[in-house]
């Protein structure tokens, strides 16, 4: 059982925008860095956002990231079919001193 | 470009060890550091230690704790992940990524990028 919680799914229509929380506790996001995956069926997961709110270079800004309090945000505007997949939040809990992932969310193109 | 480059499939029985390597390329190996990382079938991602290669340190979870070595050898860039005295619910994907580890103040940052292609590991008698 993670202490992430993510919600399972999320589904809007291509060129709309989505969020997906990542809802944690002061132990973990609410005072560390938080970073986001996607992970496309049968793939490896991939980094999406660090430290926050960083972009890699290669991934476009129609991804960003956000926290505030004990909770982070990964927000995905112009929606395409090629964004359906499972998105992870991470980040490293002090209390448990180890790193944890979210519940993870699936991303649905409708 | 950095690159990570993982073993090929097993199939252990339970009781028994397996090593998965994790060889790095395009990048100074020792500047960062390696996660390992498992997914059991249709399950989420769930983190399993961390190697320092610059100074070697690991940590690891707890429900691994024991069971599990992760080592480096810098002459090859490659990374290793021991499991032992394995178990069904050990039959997972193991993923390794290079690892970004940073302290600010009191705060922990990590992050992950690239990623291996991922190590099938089945666990059955």
């Known amino acids: 059982q993670s202490v992430l919680t993510q919600p399972p799914s999320v589904s809007a229509a291509p060129g709309q925008k989505v969020t997906v929380s990542c809802s944690g506790s002061?132990?973990?996001?609410?005072?560390?860095?938080v970073s986001w995956y996607r992970q496309l069926p049968g793939t490896a997961p991939k980094l999406l956002i660090y430290?926050?709110?960083r972009r890699p270079s290669d991934i476009p800004d129609r991804f960003s990231g956000s926290k505030s309090g004990t909770s982070a945000t990964l927000g995905i505007t112009g929606l395409q079919t090629g964004d359906e997949a499972d998105y992870y939040c991470?980040?490293?809990?002090?209390?448990?001193?180890?790193?944890?992932f979210g519940t993870g969310t699936k991303i649905t193109v409708l | 470009q950095a690159r990570l480059v993982q073993s090929g499939a097993e199939v252990k029985m339970p009781g028994a060890s397996v090593k998965v390597s994790c060889k790095a390329s395009?990048?100074?190996?020792?500047?960062?550091?390696i996660t390992w990382v498992r997914q059991a079938p249709g399950q989420g991602l769930e983190w399993m230690g961390w190697?320092?290669?610059?100074?070697?340190?690991?940590k690891s979870a707890h429900n691994v704790q024991g069971r599990v070595t992760m080592t480096s050898d810098t002459s090859t860039s490659t990374a290793y992940m021991e499991l032992r005295s394995l178990r069904s619910d050990d039959t997972a994907i193991y993923y390794c990524a290079r690892g970004w580890e940073a302290v600010s103040g009191s705060s922990w940052d990590y992050w992950f990028d690239p990623w291996g292609q991922g190590t099938p590991v089945i666990v059955s008698s």
């Open positions: 430290e926050n709110n």
């Open positions: 395009g990048y100074t190996f020792t500047s960062f550091g």
């Open positions: 190697i320092s290669l610059y100074n070697g340190k690991t």
């Open positions: 002061s132990s973990n996001i609410g005072n560390n860095f």
């Open positions: 991470g980040t490293w809990d002090s209390g448990l001193s180890a790193y944890v």
